[in-house]
């Protein structure tokens, strides 16, 4: 926002002198009718005043700094705005109150005349924002409440949700997962006024990709959706016992005869053959160790400077009756890069370790792309940062990321209402720890150990689900 400072002809000057510099308190006049009236040092407006500018319509009283506004004080524009708060150098500059005329007004940081760093933007229909801001835009984690109700905690970029976040209707409706350009856009958990459940994929708010989608009834949907309907392959498991095994279109089963190209569909009666098709579907957990932290955490995996270095990655893989098919857990050698000591703290790794134990990373890369291939759900808590340290690494080292093409669970994001544990925001993201104690009134051991951590998630999210949680 553009700040005026006055600089016509002078007029007159009344008041106190030093060495025939303005000093002390006076009045200063200026030819177009603006008018300082406060104190003065070396000749130029320093301390406290008031400047009157007509030419410009605005009014200033408080702090000078050599003859800008500087330190606190209050500010009218012409456009009826008024800002209350901190100056530097004529710009709005560290904290303050900004009232506009048409009824918006933000308490919080200002850089540069901007909104920036944690404020609050109050709409006059009663839209509200609490949070991070970056240039005038909700950048960041922050919390927006609409005026029909509606609550979005999460993550924002350029005004919009953006990244992992939480949606809330008066309803009843619940969305749990990725955002992108303000749509509901990724991997989520969505809860529907009715009870249904739905985990998996998600394209602008619709079930659209493989998921599960489970009703009150005992109805369960496991397969491939196109736009809220079972289309492709799935699996339908019926309350009174009938299982539906094959390819779906449109919401309606095709049925042996229906279309020749689908010979394999059967219908089957829910026993033992309704364990054998779900255990086609598989959830890969994994947990990662790293050198340290990114130093954006919202950047991009193809952003390979910013994400740290792979030192441990374990794995779990479950199928959908929670059976335990494979595990592995790598130590990395490390290969051009040292792991610092603050790291080493965190999940008491070396340098040294690593390169007497560790495993090649090209190995490790190949054995987890098969991996994740082959499974249908990627869980993890914090998925997000898991996932793109790892990806990193598939681009550091010629290999496509396959982990951003999959269907992901995160336990993090999923559980924020759920373990409730309030900040300023209203609930922060639990630890896996957190999450933990709140499931099972304990802790686990080795914490920041990838193996532990993945199975700690597991065992997270299969209690969660057994309490029609997740």
Avoid at 363 to 382: G, M, Q
Wanted: hydrophobic letters at 30%.
């Amino acid at each position: 926002m553009d700040i005026n400072k006055p600089t016509p002809i002078e007029e007159r000057y009344s008041g106190e002198f030093q060495d025939i510099l303005f000093e002390g308190f006076g009045i200063k006049r200026f030819s177009e009718g603006h008018k300082y009236l406060g104190e003065f040092k070396n000749g130029e407006f320093n301390g406290k005043g008031a400047l009157s500018a007509p030419k410009y319509g605005e009014e200033y009283e408080g702090e000078f700094k050599d003859g800008v506004y500087h330190g606190k004080g209050q500010l009218t524009l012409s456009t009826g705005a008024v800002y209350r708060g901190d100056f530097v150098d004529n710009e709005y500059h560290g904290q303050g109150v900004l009232s506009f005329s048409d009824g918006r007004r933000y308490e919080g940081q200002f850089v540069d005349s901007e909104f920036n760093g944690h404020g609050t933007l109050i709409f006059p229909d009663g839209k509200k924002y609490v949070g991070e801001f970056e240039d005038d835009e909700f950048n960041g984690n922050g919390v927006l409440s609409y005026p029909d109700g509606r609550i979005y905690k999460g993550e924002f970029r350029d005004g919009k949700p953006d990244g992992s976040g939480v949606l809330i209707h008066t309803d009843g409706y619940k969305y749990v997962g990725q955002f992108k350009k303000g749509l509901r856009y990724g991997s989520a958990t969505i809860i529907s006024p009715d009870g249904c459940r739905y985990v998996g994929e998600v394209t602008a708010g619709y079930y659209h990709g493989k998921g599960i989608l489970r009703h009150p009834n005992g109805l369960e949907y496991i397969g491939e959706f196109a736009y809220n309907k079972y289309n492709g392959r799935g699996i339908l498991s019926c309350p009174e016992g009938r299982v539906f095994d094959g390819f779906f279109l449109e919401g309606e089963f095709l049925k042996e005869g229906q279309n020749s190209s689908f010979e394999s569909d059967r219908e089957m009666d829910c026993d033992k053959n309704n364990e054998t098709s779900r255990a086609d579907i598989t959830y890969l957990f994994f947990d990662a160790e790293t050198t340290g932290l990114p130093k954006d955490y919202k950047a991009s995996a193809t952003d390979l400077n910013n994400w740290p270095r792979l030192v441990q990655l374990a794995y779990i893989v479950f199928n959908a009756s929670g059976e335990k098919i494979d595990e592995g857990d790598f130590l990395v050698k490390p290969e051009g890069f040292l792991i610092p000591p603050e790291a080493t703290k965190v999940h008491g790794i070396t340098t040294e370790q690593a390169q007497m134990e560790g495993v090649d990373i090209a190995t490790v890369l190949d054995k987890f792309r098969s991996l994740v291939e082959d499974a249908d759900f990627l869980v993890a808590h914090n998925i997000s940062y898991d996932q793109k340290v790892v990806g990193a690494e598939f681009l550091r080292h010629g290999y496509e990321n396959v982990l951003s093409k999959k269907n992901q669970i995160c336990t993090m994001n999923s559980t924020i209402e759920f373990c409730a544990i309030k900040n300023k925001y209203g609930y922060k993201w639990p630890s896996l720890s957190e999450l933990y104690f709140k499931l099972f009134e304990t802790g686990f051991s080795d914490v920041h150990n990838a193996s532990a951590d993945a199975s700690a998630t597991a065992k997270c999210f299969w209690e969660l689900r057994r309490r029609n949680i997740l």
